[in-house]
């Protein structure tokens, strides 16, 4: 089954504790991007990756980092999280290529809790 | 720079009404491409539709139907019949250029329906 998953699923820790949230998709997709969402302000990028060892920053990317050292895996790092990156987490993947733009597959998800 | 307008914050509506979310989307690419999201309570996101900017048919799908208009950047989304299952938090997002899952995708801050029995 073609997925992204993402793990933890749920996560409690406290400040300044290094953390990080994998992201795994079986697609063979070249686009990976971790987005967060907070409420009422919809969904953010916060790091994208176009193919292996290629990263760039999204809108938000303060705080995070990211690695692309394998194709299907995109974590995202939490070296010392504070409580304002408590939210939600989304992985996403896609095909890149230059013709019709291709959906983003997202992953279910990972809510973070920062105290 | 990219960005989505919904101004529908909630909505709230009864059984078998019908309820349009609207969009409002602002580019400078001449190519870009409109998606619709649907969250439901249990929290993943799941794709509804993809319209590219050269088309602008509007489309069907059961109960669904979406209206593309360029002249008023809008991508709006009708739900016909609703039903208590639909009630969820919709988000309309744009991603611009020719390689859309590249550039990214610039979400609204979503419309939260409610379906009441």
């Known amino acids: 089954e073609a997925q992204v998953t993402q793990n933890p699923r749920y996560l409690i820790t406290v400040t300044g504790k290094k953390l990080t949230v994998t992201c795994s998709q079986n697609m063979n997709h070249e686009y990976m991007s971790w987005y967060r969402q907070d409420p009422g302000l919809g969904l953010r990028q916060i790091y994208y990756?176009?193919?292996?060892?290629?990263?760039d920053k999204g809108d938000v990317p303060e705080g995070y980092k990211v690695s692309r050292k394998e194709k299907r895996n995109f974590p995202l790092i939490l070296e010392s999280p504070s409580p304002n990156q408590t939210s939600l987490y989304f992985c996403a993947s896609s095909l890149v290529y230059r013709g019709p733009g291709h959906e983003q597959y997202f992953g279910p998800g990972t809510r973070l809790t920062v105290t | 720079a990219q960005k989505v307008t919904q101004a529908q914050t909630e909505i709230s509506v009864v059984e078998k009404e019908d309820v349009t979310l609207d969009c409002v989307y602002e580019t400078r690419d001449t190519t870009y491409y409109l998606f619709w999201y649907k969250q439901p309570p249990s929290g993943e996101l799941v794709f509804l539709i993809r319209?590219?900017?050269?088309?602008?048919q509007n489309e069907i799908s059961g109960r669904y139907s979406w209206n593309f208009q360029k002249s008023t950047s809008s991508f709006n989304f009708t739900i016909t019949a609703s039903q208590v299952v639909d009630s969820a938090v919709y988000f309309c997002?744009?991603?611009?250029?020719?390689?859309?899952?590249?550039?990214?995708?610039?979400f609204g801050k979503g419309t939260h329906l409610i379906i009441q029995p």
């Open positions: 997002a744009l991603s611009e250029g020719s390689g859309g899952g590249a550039d990214g995708l610039t």
């Open positions: 319209r590219n900017s050269f088309d602008e």
């Open positions: 990756s176009m193919n292996v060892e290629v990263t």
